[in-house]
């Protein structure tokens, strides 16, 4: 196998100014909303929203820097062409809706916890809405769009992913409730968010599932990566284990796990139906043959 120093250490390089670049928006944001940095444990709903949406625009700010300025490359090489992928992000909305609604009847069916209806506050909804669109643009443009492209430079592509995916679960690690078999989970969504990714170059399923799977996770109940927030549907269940999750959520349970290998499956059905797409989306696999073809001879 062929190695290049170039993907690891646009990956490495990244770090420190993304940490910097995210750290003085937070700090903006909560000045303009009158927070203390070090004690934003369990902000409001807005103030969430607002925290996580400054965090996007750090985000942005340094792979806009990173891409253009230092790695002298478009845009566009991130992967949000929406033409032609409009199915793409309709096929992740469902997932998430889908998947969900299953975790609801697999609970009842096992008796698992018990759920309640709390009514529609739309205010909150819209506020969720927002702060999971916030979310999911900003990991799937980081972890995938960037960190996953660039360590395609350095390994072949399933490494890649498996190192990438690894990342996603290690920036979740301060998260309440964290395990090893919340860690284990992450690794897996993280390999299911990112194999669409890896076969089309293209984010919009995995930005539309990213975001359908935590927004129906809360609304119908169901802690998010050990968070809670608001849903239209309570859960309480009756004792910590891997059928329910525990604190850390649905996404604790066997389940998670099962569903999220279930997507890499039908990741490769679908696609292997529609080689079509792996065609028309190759911005992704292009940009990374002609940086091959330019680059130095790789280290054996």
């Not at 003085?24 to 444990?41: A, F, R, Y």
């Not at 002298?72 to 992000?89: F, I, N, T």
């Not at 525990?246 to 679908?270: C, M, N, P, Q, R």
């Amino acid at each position: 196998m062929n190695f290049s120093w170039k993907g690891v250490l646009r990956v490495l390089g990244i770090i420190i100014p993304l940490v910097f670049i995210i750290g003085v928006c937070l700090i903006i944001t909560t000045q303009s909303l009158g927070l203390e940095l070090k004690n934003l444990k369990q902000p409001s709903p807005v103030s969430q929203m607002y925290l996580k949406l400054s965090e996007l625009i750090g985000t942005c700010l340094t792979l806009w820097l990173f891409i253009v300025g230092v790695n002298k490359e478009k845009l566009s090489v991130l992967g949000l062409q929406l033409k032609g992928h409009y199915k793409d992000l309709v096929i992740g909305l469902l997932a998430g809706l889908f998947i969900m609604s299953g975790g609801i009847l697999i609970f009842k069916l096992f008796d698992l916890g018990t759920f309640w209806f709390t009514g529609f506050d739309w205010s909150q909804i819209l506020i969720s809405v927002l702060l999971f669109t916030f979310v999911s643009f900003m990991e799937e443009l980081l972890c995938r769009g960037y960190v996953q492209r660039n360590l395609e430079k350095s390994f072949n592509r399933y490494i890649a992913l498996i190192v990438a995916s690894t990342i996603f679960a290690s920036i979740h690690l301060a998260n309440p409730h964290m395990d090893w078999f919340s860690f284990t989970y992450l690794v897996v969504a993280g390999l299911a968010l990112g194999w669409w990714y890896m076969e089309t170059g293209n984010l919009w399923f995995s930005i539309g599932f990213h975001f359908s799977w935590n927004f129906f996770q809360t609304m119908f109940g169901f802690n998010v990566s050990g968070q809670d927030f608001y849903g239209i549907y309570e859960l309480e269940t009756k004792e910590e284990n891997l059928l329910n999750g525990g604190d850390f959520g649905f996404e604790g349970s066997i389940w998670a796990v099962i569903t999220k290998g279930l997507i890499i499956v039908f990741t490769i059905w679908y696609l292997n139906r529609h080689p079509e797409k792996k065609i028309r989306s190759g911005l992704h696999n292009q940009n990374h043959n002609e940086d091959e073809s330019n680059s130095d001879a790789p280290i054996h």
